[in-house]
Each structure stands twice: as structure tokens, then as C-alpha cells.
């Protein structure tokens, strides 16, 4: 079991790079195949700030510093309070919440492929802040984030750099939240290295595979898969109700 989660790890890291919105939104449902909704969190969020870092670091050239404060400030405000929710709301309702808006963002985005929201201060203030309250209380925000980011027309690697700084407020605000809650057992922790360096790998591997792939036709996939395991986790949720 350990092998398949860190090979996923991994996958999602790259597939995340490339996409732009997030490994979260790949790997958390794939967590969920394995652990309890509350150590996923807590795992993909310390993969992801891993993730985030790397990105950072190999696109730092790209960094829009006015649009990380717009959007950024309300982004840590919201997270903390969805963040602090989670404890409140049964476990099997969370996935259900994650399947509709994972369902609900795959078929409006294959739908609409020039899909954008139009870029203002309003927007990213908007965007920013239900991006984090998604972020903080179902673990994955980054599709929104990506369809307002979208709108402002950054450049592939500014839009990577930017949406990474973003994603890693809301992470370093969201883990202190989950960890003060107790939603990680002291049996993990030895997973964390190990998620350090596929995070680094994959953010890494990402970056060579942006540089010569066919976005349109990948983001296609990764949309279609996202649309799949929404799906699942709906019907899960159902049959549980």
C-alpha cells in the first residue's frame, strides 16, 4: 500500500506542475484511497506545501507580487476558517462536498474551454478568499484558483510562480489548524520525508514535461479523471446515506 500512495504521490506532483491548478486537487482524491478523510488532509497538505516550494523555486523568475497580496491576503482569512470547520462536519459528508465540486468543475471546464473569469482586484479578492475556504475545509481549492487566476492572462510560468505563492499562504496557514486538532497519528510522520523528496521530484519532472507537452490535450485528461473520481465520491457518499 505504502508503494502505490507514494507512487501516486508522485504522479500527482508532476500531473499538478503541468496542469497549473494544484497537485492537491489530483492527489487528494487518490489519498482518500487510503487513508481516513483527516490524515488525508493533513498529508496532502504537507505534500502540497512541499510541492509549492519547488515550484517556486524552479519558476521564481515569474512571481506577480501584486496579484499574490489581492488574491493571497483573503485566501489565508478563508482557509482558516473553513480549516476549523472541518472538525465540525462528518467525514463522509466532506467527500460528498469534494465529489460535487470536483464533478462540478470537470464539466464546466470541458464544457466551456475558454472558460475565465474576467480579471479584476473584485475578482481575485473573490477568488481568493472561496479558493481558500475550499482549501481549508475540503483540502483542494486550487481549480477555482486557477479559473480566476486564469482570467488575469499570465504568462504559463507566471501563472505557475503565482499560483504556487498563493497555494503555500494557504497551506501554511491550514496544517498548524489540522495538526492542533489531532488529525495526524505520530505513525505517519515517516511519511513526511519521503513526500518531501517525491514532491521536489515531481515538481522537478513537471517542469521539463511544461516546457514541450500539448497542454490542451493533457488538461483534457487530467479534467476527464478529476470528472471520474468526483463521481465515485458522490456515489459513496449516497450509498453511505
Known amino acids: 500500500m505504502d508503494v502505490l500512495f507514494f507512487i501516486s ?26 487513508f481516513d478523510f483527516r ?11 512541499i510541492g509549492n516550494i519547488g515550484r517556486i523555486s524552479f519558476f521564481r523568475h515569474g512571481l506577480d507580487k501584486s496579484l499574490i497580496v489581492e488574491f493571497g491576503i483573503p485566501s489565508v482569512v478563508l482557509t482558516l476558517i473553513g480549516a476549523l470547520l472541518v472538525s465540525s462536519i462528518p467525514q463522509d459528508v466532506l467527500k460528498g462536498i469534494l465529489g460535487i465540486f470536483l464533478v462540478s468543475f470537470a464539466i464546466y471546464s470541458l464544457w466551456k474551454e475558454d472558460f475565465v473569469i474576467p480579471a479584476s482586484t473584485t475578482n481575485a479578492v473573490i477568488g481568493g478568499g472561496l479558493s481558500g475556504f475550499l482549501a481549508g475545509l475540503i483540502g483542494t481549492g486550487g481549480a477555482l484558483r ?14 505557475i510562480a503565482t499560483a504556487a505563492a498563493i497555494a503555500l499562504a494557504v497551506d501554511i496557514t491550514r496544517i498548524p489548524v489540522y495538526l492542533n486538532q489531532g488529525f495526524l497519528s505520530s505513525k505517519y510522520y515517516w511519511y513526511l520525508p519521503v513526500l518531501f523528496i517525491l514532491a ?11 516546457k514541450r507537452f500539448r497542454y490542451e490535450v493533457f488538461r483534457k485528461i487530467v479534467l476527464i479523471a478529476i470528472l471520474l473520481v468526483g463521481i465515485k465520491f458522490i456515489f459513496d457518499w449516497l450509498v453511505i446515506n
Not at 39 to 49: D, Q, S
Not at 200 to 210: D, E, H, P, W, Y
Request: glycine share 12%.
Open 39 to 49: 490524515t488525508a488532509l493533513v498529508l496532502v497538505a504537507f505534500f502540497h506545501i
Open 9 to 34: 504521490a508522485f504522479l500527482a506532483e508532476v500531473i499538478g506542475t503541468i496542469a497549473g491548478f494544484g497537485s492537491s486537487t489530483i492527489f487528494l482524491p487518490l489519498t482518500l484511497l487510503f
Open 200 to 210: 521536489i521530484a515531481g515538481s522537478f519532472t513537471g517542469r521539463q514535461i511544461v
Open 146 to 159: 486557477g479559473a480566476f487566476l486564469t482570467g488575469f492572462r499570465l504568462p504559463k510560468e507566471k501563472y
